[in-house]
């Protein structure tokens, strides 16, 4: 399925760009409108929960530092805040400045101090910080790097923090969601951010390629003829945006997964250099070789796709709300879903983040629980869903932002849900090191500079291997 993004016309009126049916028509086979918002959360509960311990990783006790008393309400307090949307250019960063603004005005005798950090240097800030015995009161962690925060850092469960507030502030989040971050039955990191790969293309430069954008392609192979197509006129065609700055390997994940192959086994043993996975990274690095996609970072990739120079971008949709803003007056943005591997099933992955608490005084503690309970509230979720483009990890939320513009085009996204794939975290404490070998001397050589995949995978999965042992 495909969804069309509005946009304003010259004359600043909001339409449906290339809708032709009736407001109230269903697309055949469809789900009915009225339970898409209920299903957004049904399934992702369901499949959060393949994600389980791989995100919080460890096994071993994490409940570092004295618990919290049961919160008793604001009183005056300053806490530090690490994140890597703050400060970022585009609605990532205009989105978590909302959130920080709603809560200042929610909780004036609170003061957050916000510092932003590129995604990729978020355990190494922390590490640095911890060391230094200055570590920000509450991180934003993403769940690939989470395994390895869990292991290496003093984070207070936020759970423990929260005391007796617990059941009450979670009431409306899946306990599927809650249970899956969670470590011996305690949630280490608040489910904050959640994301999975879509596929953006510009319908305007499908038209003049002579292609159809009622019917993008489903399959790499027709992902690659048409963007040979949309090279013809003169545009860059397709970027599968593996090669991932931010040192994240969800999208390398729904690739090889998508092949039936992983990265690890259920074992834990380390299988990236197994057929399947060297067959997905080849398909993507043919799309390189044969000029279908450019041997750009993703950048430069997702700066062509918002000139509209570029036909279709495949990356997470928390680009989702700043591609929006983009395109807006430009081209018409539309979205379909992960592409397949022919008649094999799309396996997309998730992406994005938790909130864990690092504040060992009791004050910031209680300072950091009342934060981090606003920036999962309702009010919450609704501004990272409709600012940024994450996804809703409330049912209540997902009810009210059903049929809203942006969650129209998450709609093909989600109707993958049913084929997720769990995220899954190489073994042991430098899980993140393992990560950044896998993407810096993996899958980038292979994808952007035509690097032997067979031989390259082994070397990188051999370093892997001893990272893990």
């Known amino acids: 399925m495909t969804a069309v993004s509005r946009h304003d016309d010259a004359a600043g009126h909001e339409r449906d760009a290339g809708q032709e049916r009736d407001a109230g028509q269903e697309r055949p086979g469809r789900r009915p409108r009225r339970h898409r918002a209920r299903l957004v959360v049904t399934a ?22 004295t618990p919290a008393a049961t919160p008793q309400g604001d009183t005056p307090a300053t806490i530090t805040f690490l994140s890597y949307n703050y400060g970022t250019p585009g609605l990532g960063g205009t989105g978590t400045q909302a959130l920080l603004d709603a809560f200042a005005k ?3 005798k609170i003061t957050v101090k916000p510092q932003g950090v590129a995604v990729k240097d978020v355990l190494t800030r922390l590490r640095t910080d911890t060391a230094a015995g200055d570590p920000p009161d509450v991180a934003q962690i993403g769940w690939s790097k989470m395994a390895e925060a869990v292991d290496a850092l003093p984070i207070t469960p936020v759970q423990k923090v929260a005391g007796s507030e617990w059941e009450s502030a979670t009431a409306g989040i899946s306990k599927s969601i809650l249970s899956a971050v969670s470590t011996n039955g305690v949630v280490a990191a608040m489910p904050f951010t959640m994301s999975i790969p879509v596929m953006y293309y510009n319908a305007d430069l499908f038209r003049a390629a002579g292609l159809d954008p009622q019917h993008p392609p489903t399959t790499l192979a027709d992902v690659k003829a048409a963007a040979l197509k949309i090279k013809a006129t003169g545009k860059q065609g397709v970027y599968i945006s593996v090669v991932d700055s931010g040192k994240s390997d969800y999208l390398t994940q729904s690739v090889v997964n998508s092949n039936g192959g992983s990265l690890v086994d259920k074992n834990g043993g380390v299988t990236l250099d197994k057929q399947p996975a060297v067959e997905a990274l080849a398909t993507i690095a043919d799309l390189t070789a044969s000029g279908a996609q450019p041997g750009v970072k993703a950048e430069a990739a997702l700066a062509a796709f918002t000139k509209g120079d570029l036909g279709m971008f495949v990356t997470s949709t928390a680009l989702l709300a700043s591609a929006q803003k983009a395109a807006a007056g430009k081209f018409e943005l539309r979205t379909a879903g992960l592409p397949s591997f022919g008649t094999k099933p799309a396996r997309p992955t998730y992406s994005g983040a938790g909130l864990a608490v690092l504040a060992k005084d009791p004050a910031k503690q209680r300072a950091a629980w009342e934060f981090i309970k606003f920036l999962t509230s309702d009010e919450g979720f609704e501004i990272i869903t409709s600012k940024i483009g994450y996804l809703p990890l409330r049912q209540s939320v997902a009810t009210k932002l059903a049929g809203t513009p942006i969650v129209k085009l998450l709609e093909p996204a989600l109707d993958q849900l049913d084929t997720v794939t769990p995220y899954t975290s190489f073994r042991g404490a430098k899980a993140n090191q393992a990560v950044v070998v896998l993407q810096d001397e993996g899958v980038e050589p292979i994808v952007l500079r035509g690097a032997d995949p067979q031989a390259t995978l082994s070397k990188a999965a051999e370093k892997i291997r001893a990272l893990s042992s």
């Open 106 to 108: 929610a909780h004036p």
């Open 44 to 65: 992702l509960s369901a499949a959060v929960g393949l994600l389980a311990v791989a995100a919080c990783g460890s096994d071993s006790d994490t409940a570092s530092g």
